[in-house]
């Protein structure tokens, strides 16, 4: 449903229990659908843990139901006849919000495209049934939380294992054999994967390492750094539980060989979680991880304006082993620095780094307009972030 109806889709959870329905939730919710969830059901199990996945827009009484669903898409209706109009008056409201957003998050959304950032508020605004972007913006100002959800709504992101499944055999045939060439059995092949989401691109990317290399002490170690600023869907790409509907994407062979079922869901085996190391990190505001062999970026740069885009690619240059690759979104592309890359296979976006040019010097962080003020530590968050910062920085400095 949430693929074929996209944003006029709705989610409920009623009574009962498990976690199957959060699953289903997180589709609706990446394709900009409407979930809700029954306030004192009977069996609350499934409602909590859907709560607590952040995927849930409104918790309220079974009764109620029917109106909020009449209000919110007869209000999507309305703003989809006045579309124009209301986007301008949106986007008289965005940099106030975005500094509403940068003070509470520390996350800078102003270099991001308009176009995304305006259609996630507008969902915001439906969900809370807010007509004027003025009183959105005061109602954002007067209750933090609503910051927070309008945060999380930014990050969902559409993903799956094997996402464009011709550029990842293009990535098997001509990236993965070249990595392993002349590597040791005491190195390491190290591969960067900013904006993973909840992980599949980095699983995926550990499934083809793993088919490639050589058997027993003969191979070299495999190491992917995978990063997001979206804890959430660090959390879940940390546990490698995936839905039945996987199987879609990913060959019987390779369910069978990297993962196990449990309870209704594929885990990842812990042979593949073990060189999948899952970090908050922010592209635009943390230095590079450094002596890849592979980055692959794949539909984050989409969602940045030209400026963005433009400082980005060098940094990737920068953090790459000479003649490493980029792996890229099928619409994404490196074509004004042709002097720092050259291309592999245009159709799947693979570019190698150019050799012998001049050494990069990284730019100054955050990238994004120097108006970035400093992140706000929320309780809870502390001891967490503090371990990932270490592992980084121990990872970073004494892996081969
Ligand atoms: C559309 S998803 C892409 C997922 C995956 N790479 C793929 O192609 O299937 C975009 C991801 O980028 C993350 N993101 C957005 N801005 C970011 C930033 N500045 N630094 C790191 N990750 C970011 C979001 O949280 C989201 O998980």
């Given at each position: 449903l949430a693929h074929d109806q996209a944003e006029n889709t709705a989610g409920i959870i009623l009574s009962g229990t498990g976690s199957d329905g959060t699953i289903g939730l997180r589709a609706i919710k990446e394709r900009g659908g409407l979930t809700l969830a029954q306030e004192?059901?009977?069996?609350d199990g499934m409602m909590r843990s859907a709560v607590q996945s952040g995927m849930i827009d409104m918790v309220l009484p079974a009764e109620e139901m029917a109106a909020k669903l009449v209000g919110y898409f007869s209000q999507a209706k309305r703003m989809e006849s006045e579309r124009d109009r209301r986007k301008r008056e949106v986007a008289e409201q965005l940099s106030r919000i975005a500094a509403l957003l940068r003070v509470r998050?520390?996350?800078?959304?102003?270099?991001?495209?308009?176009n995304t950032i305006l259609r996630r508020i507008q969902r915001r605004m439906q969900v809370l049934q807010i007509d004027d972007p003025t009183a959105f913006y005061e109602r954002l100002r007067d209750e933090p939380q609503q910051v927070d959800l309008l945060f999380q709504d930014l990050l969902i992101g559409v993903t799956s294992f094997f996402r464009d499944p011709h550029a990842f055999e293009a990535v098997e045939r001509f990236v993965i054999p070249k990595l392993f060439?002349?590597?040791?059995?005491?190195?390491t092949i190290r591969v960067w994967v900013p904006g993973c989401a909840t992980g599949e691109e980095a699983y995926s990317i550990a499934m083809l390492l793993k088919e490639s290399a050589p058997r027993g002490a003969a191979s070299p170690n495999l190491q992917i750094f995978a990063t997001d600023i979206d804890e959430r869907a660090l959390e879940v790409a940390r546990a490698g539980r995936y839905p039945a509907t996987i199987a879609t994407d990913v060959t019987p062979k390779r369910l069978k060989e990297f993962f196990s079922r449990e309870d209704g869901t594929y885990r990842v085996s812990a042979d593949l979680r073990e060189i999948c190391l899952f970090s908050a990190h922010n592209l635009l505001r943390d230095p590079p991880f450094s002596r890849l062999d592979l980055i692959a970026c794949r539909n984050l740069l989409i969602y940045m304006g030209p400026e963005l885009q433009e400082k980005i690619v060098p940094i990737f240059h920068y953090a790459l082993r000479n003649n490493g690759y980029l792996f890229l979104g099928s619409s994404e592309n490196v074509t004004r620095h042709g002097r720092l890359f050259s291309t592999v296979d245009k159709a799947s976006r693979i570019f190698q780094k150019r050799s012998g040019v001049a050494m990069q010097r990284l730019p100054e962080f955050p990238l994004a307009a120097a108006r970035q003020a400093p992140p706000i530590v929320r309780r809870g968050t502390t001891a967490t972030s503090l371990r990932e910062v270490a592992e980084r920085v121990l990872v970073e400095r004494y892996s081969p």
């Open positions: 004192s059901a009977e069996y998050t520390g996350h800078d959304f102003s270099g991001y495209k308009d060439e002349g590597r040791k059995s005491d190195e």
